[in-house]
């Protein structure tokens, strides 16, 4: 448990003995305590066996159906880990889909999965919160990402990032534990929100536009509120 609230630190701080990696869209700086701890969890279970598994992420498609956007859009993942929503949104047509995680380890089991169609996806191993973004994106998605981020820094690194991101009339799908969810997750803390408090917390450059919540059932059985907010870039 101290070995992972440390972890949890080096997630947020980036600390100096970061490791820099070459990959598709450039050099990004990865904080090794950061990668160390995901990759550990994704090396230690199959995708199936997260708490966070969704065989079919539904509440995720049907946010970004409501975007009205066609499937020439550029749209992020952010955080996906081995997420099954870069399938679905290459079985609803779109084109222009980039999954970014911290962890390789996430990214080979989504490839994996994806077999010959994984050569259709934009793979980014970075950090969030120091990622360089080329051209800006139509959509930014994050299930279950932006909530492991407690500290103000943080989360200002990661705010930084989406507005770098994002053209002005873009949209952001963020996916949390609701107020009713739960603390930690992954041996981590979390913070949770409801629409309104991230919308305070993302400030003035986001504007709240839809909300929906979910009851995730996670594979041990167990039940997690989620809260799914939907933002215009102003
Ligand atoms: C709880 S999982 C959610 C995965 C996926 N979004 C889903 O809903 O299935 C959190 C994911 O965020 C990734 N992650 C954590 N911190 C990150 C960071 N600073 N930058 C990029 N990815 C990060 C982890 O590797 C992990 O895949």
Redesign the pocket.
């Known amino acids: 448990m101290v070995e992972l609230q440390a972890i949890a630190v080096g997630?947020a701080s980036r600390p100096r003995n970061a490791m820099t990696e070459k990959r598709n869209t450039g050099t990004v700086e990865i904080?090794s305590s950061?990668r160390d701890h995901?990759q550990r969890?994704?090396g230690a279970k199959d995708e199936d066996e997260?708490?966070?598994?969704?065989a079919h992420?539904r509440t995720?498609l049907k946010l970004v159906v409501a975007t009205g956007l066609g499937t020439d859009a550029r749209i992020v993942?952010?955080?996906?880990?081995?997420?099954?929503?870069v399938d679905a949104l290459l079985d609803a047509g779109f084109r222009n889909v980039t999954v970014?995680?911290?962890?390789e380890g996430?990214r080979d089991k989504a490839k994996r999965r994806l077999g010959p169609r994984a050569s259709a996806v934009t793979w980014v191993t970075?950090?969030?919160?120091s990622?360089e973004p080329g051209s800006p994106f139509d959509l930014w998605h994050?299930?279950?990402?932006f909530h492991?981020?407690t500290r103000p820094e943080d989360q200002e690194s990661?705010r930084a990032t989406m507005l770098r991101a994002l053209r002005p009339g873009g949209q952001a799908i963020i996916?949390t534990f609701s107020m009713a969810g739960p603390e930690r997750?992954?041996g981590l803390p979390v913070r949770r929100y409801e629409p309104e408090s991230l919308a305070s917390e993302l400030g003035t450059g986001f504007r709240l536009v839809g909300c929906v919540r979910e009851q995730h059932l996670t594979p041990a059985g167990r039940v997690q509120d989620f809260q799914y907010s939907r933002f215009v870039r102003v």
């Open positions: 997630v904080p950061s995901w969890i994704y997260m708490s966070w598994f969704q992420p995720s993942d952010i955080g996906a880990g081995a997420s099954r929503l970014l995680d911290v962890a996430a970075a950090d969030v919160a990622w994050d299930r279950a990402v492991f981020m990661y996916a997750c992954s």
